[in-house]
């Protein structure tokens, strides 16, 4: 049944849309989940207050660059439910003229950090796994839900990573010889912590993907990092993407990444020396990213963040 909140919704919806056309709209969140399972006329339904839709308001955060809490609220609201007194405040920014976009857009960025926080200590997330697991696509369907910020260690460092070693006459893609182990991995993973201790300082959540293989093997690094952590208020949580070999030969062929050239032309020297059977002692959480895997990776997520928000 439409209701007056229902279309209340609805209109906030049309008027994150803008310019752009249901189609337009409707093609977008098909491209960002990779399927053409919408249409403008289901976007229309939303609009008119005749659909809430729950499954895309995750995309639809992202596609419109709003907090996903934001858009939540307004959806139980639609619905007839009342959020608790922590709940996320209303997006005003359709309501603005753009005259005012900046004051808009800082407002939305500190409500938005604050309902991310709501209920708990600002989180570290620590997202690791072998090369192909998995595991930034998992950080970013993460960051997606919760609404914390998300870095990635190759993003972040790569560029770097490739300079420093041409600098040192090494090969810019290497990432398996001793020259990369000791001259440059140790700064990768300096700028990454950095990074997030920026964040944390700031209070603000922060979810790290990167491969954390000799990190959660030792038995000494993730008790330091949360002792220091904890004494800013600041919880942390190791979660390691577990995957198989044929499952990281499929994802890494795919990305046809120049950086994994060595592995894929030595992959039997380079799986030999991992261990897919158990994942580091020092993980809080395991994600089963194999293919075929009997639970989405979609719906582990989701159980992996009622763990880390209880």
């Given at each position: 049944?439409?209701?007056?909140?229902?279309?209340?919704?609805?209109?906030?919806?049309?008027?994150?849309?803008?310019?752009?056309?249901?189609?337009?709209?409707?093609?977008?969140?098909?491209?960002?989940?990779?399927?053409?399972?919408?249409?403008?006329?289901?976007?229309?339904?939303?609009?008119?207050?005749?659909?809430?839709?729950?499954?895309?308001?995750?995309?639809?955060?992202?596609?419109?660059?709003?907090?996903?809490?934001?858009?939540?609220?307004?959806?139980?609201?639609?619905?007839?439910?009342?959020?608790?007194?922590?709940?996320?405040?209303?997006?005003?920014?359709?309501?603005?003229?753009?005259?005012?976009?900046?004051?808009?857009?800082?407002?939305?960025?500190?409500?938005?950090?604050?309902?991310?926080?709501?209920?708990?200590n600002p989180t570290l997330v620590?997202?690791?796994?072998?090369?192909?697991?998995?595991?930034?696509?998992?950080?970013?369907?993460?960051?997606?839900?919760?609404?914390?910020?998300?870095?990635?260690?190759?993003?972040?460092?790569?560029?770097?990573?490739?300079?420093?070693?041409?600098?040192?006459?090494?090969?810019?893609?290497?990432?398996?010889?001793?020259?990369?182990?000791?001259?440059?991995?140790?700064?990768?993973?300096?700028?990454?912590?950095?990074?997030?201790?920026?964040?944390?300082?700031?209070?603000?959540?922060?979810?790290?993907?990167?491969?954390?293989?000799?990190?959660?093997?030792?038995?000494?690094?993730?008790?330091?990092?949360?002792?220091?952590?904890?004494?800013?208020?600041?919880?942390?949580?190791?979660?390691?993407?577990?995957?198989?070999?044929?499952?990281?030969?499929?994802?890494?062929?795919?990305?046809?990444?120049?950086r994994d050239g060595w592995k894929?032309?030595?992959?039997?020297?380079?799986?030999?020396?991992?261990?897919?059977?158990?994942?580091?002692?020092?993980?809080?959480?395991?994600?089963?990213?194999?293919?075929?895997?009997?639970?989405?990776?979609?719906?582990?997520?989701?159980?992996?963040?009622?763990?880390?928000?209880?």
């Amino acid at each position: 049944m439409t209701t007056e909140k229902r279309r209340d919704f609805g209109a906030y919806l049309r008027r994150l849309r803008g310019s752009r056309s249901q189609s337009a709209l409707a093609a977008e969140l098909c491209a960002l989940i990779g399927s053409d399972t919408l249409t403008r006329h289901e976007i229309s339904r939303w609009e008119r207050g005749e659909r809430i839709p729950d499954d895309w308001l995750p995309h639809l955060a992202r596609v419109h660059n709003v907090p996903l809490t934001v858009l939540e609220r307004m959806a139980a609201e639609a619905r007839g439910k009342t959020p608790g007194a922590d709940g996320a405040p209303f997006d005003l920014s359709p309501f603005f003229p753009d005259t005012v976009p900046l004051a808009t857009r800082l407002a939305n960025a500190w409500h938005g950090r604050a309902v991310a926080n709501a209920g708990g200590n600002p989180t570290l997330v620590l997202v690791g796994g072998y090369a192909g697991s998995g595991k930034t696509e998992f950080a970013r369907f993460l960051s997606d839900l919760s609404g914390w910020a998300f870095l990635d260690k190759d993003a972040l460092t790569r560029r770097l990573a490739e300079r420093l070693l041409i600098s040192l006459n090494g090969d810019p893609h290497d990432r398996h010889t001793d020259l990369y182990r000791a001259e440059v991995r140790p700064h990768e993973y300096r700028c990454m912590m950095n990074a997030a201790y920026a964040n944390i300082d700031c209070g603000v959540s922060i979810i790290l993907a990167a491969p954390f293989i000799d990190e959660l093997n030792n038995p000494s690094w993730l008790p330091r990092l949360t002792h220091r952590c904890q004494a800013k208020g600041v919880d942390v949580t190791a979660i390691w993407v577990h995957s198989d070999i044929d499952t990281m030969h499929e994802y890494i062929e795919l990305r046809d990444a120049a950086r994994d050239g060595w592995k894929l032309a030595h992959w039997d020297e380079y799986t030999a020396g991992l261990n897919t059977e158990d994942p580091p002692e020092a993980a809080h959480l395991t994600i089963d990213n194999r293919l075929g895997a009997a639970v989405s990776l979609a719906d582990q997520t989701r159980r992996a963040l009622t763990k880390l928000i209880p």
